[in-house]
């Protein structure tokens, strides 16, 4: 079945980085973009930015801008999402998110990776 | 920080129908990007509930239903089950693609 599965929970130091992964299968990895959401505890969803799967281009949230890389790996059919100079704001569950054929819209959703940044 | 406003909370008894808005801007909404709808039960990831303004993917009961008319949309439930109980974002882009969630609005059934 068509399914994203992410890396494990991640407890990290400020000022340090993080790098979450989304494996997915049951699809054509190309064929799709990625998105990266995140949701800090008892807050809303932020949507954080977009990579296409099938040429590497990407879209950043303006505020995470310098901060936040996005990669993929086709070999793997493995997306990353790399965050550098982690705040304690930073703290949050991060969900990866697959576009909707045509529709943009985030059909299939990875189970979510706890990142927590203390000192 | 969302850029689309939805009441933090609504509330009906079983077999009720409530509604939940979602107001943009000309930026977003108004601009004719399409709107979504997810619901996130309790301490799980997000489900895509209604797609491009009005449709349902597969497996979505009929009892959910979306519209949009100029810079916002709504989502309806009605016939309102125990199950319904949980949190409801609205999704859209702006002007330069990126993406905007609403800010929430938490279903209680009563």
């Known amino acids: 079945q068509v399914q994203l599965v992410q890396s494990g929970a991640e407890v990290k130091k400020p000022g340090a980085s993080v790098k979450v992964s989304c494996k997915a299968s049951g699809y054509t990895f190309t064929s799709y973009g990625i998105s990266w959401v995140r949701q800090a505890p008892g807050q809303g969803l932020e949507w954080m930015g977009w990579i296409s799967a099938y040429n590497g281009n990407t879209n950043y949230a303006q505020k995470l801008q310098g901060r936040v890389t996005m990669t993929t790996d086709t070999s793997t059919s493995t997306a990353y999402m790399e965050l550098r100079s982690l705040r304690s704001d930073d703290t949050a569950v991060y969900y990866c998110?697959?576009?909707?054929?045509?529709?943009?819209?985030?059909?299939?959703w990875g189970q979510g990776t706890m990142v927590t940044v203390s000192s | 920080q969302s850029v689309l406003t939805q009441p933090p909370s609504v509330s009906g008894a079983p077999g009720q129908r409530v509604t939940i808005s979602c107001t943009g801007s000309?930026?977003?909404?108004?601009?004719?990007?399409?709107v979504h709808w997810y619901q996130q039960l309790p301490g799980t990831a997000p489900k895509l509930l209604i797609y491009g303004n009005s449709n349902r993917p597969s497996g979505v009961p009929d009892r959910f239903s979306g519209s949009k008319s100029g810079t916002s949309a709504s989502l309806a439930i009605t016939g309102l089950q125990a199950e319904d109980e949980a949190d409801y974002y609205c999704q859209s882009y702006d002007s330069s693609l990126r993406g905007v969630f609403g800010t929430g609005t938490k279903v209680t059934v009563l």
């Open positions: 000309s930026s977003n909404i108004g601009a004719g990007y399409d």
């Open positions: 998110a697959r576009d909707g054929p045509a529709t943009y819209a985030f059909d299939i």
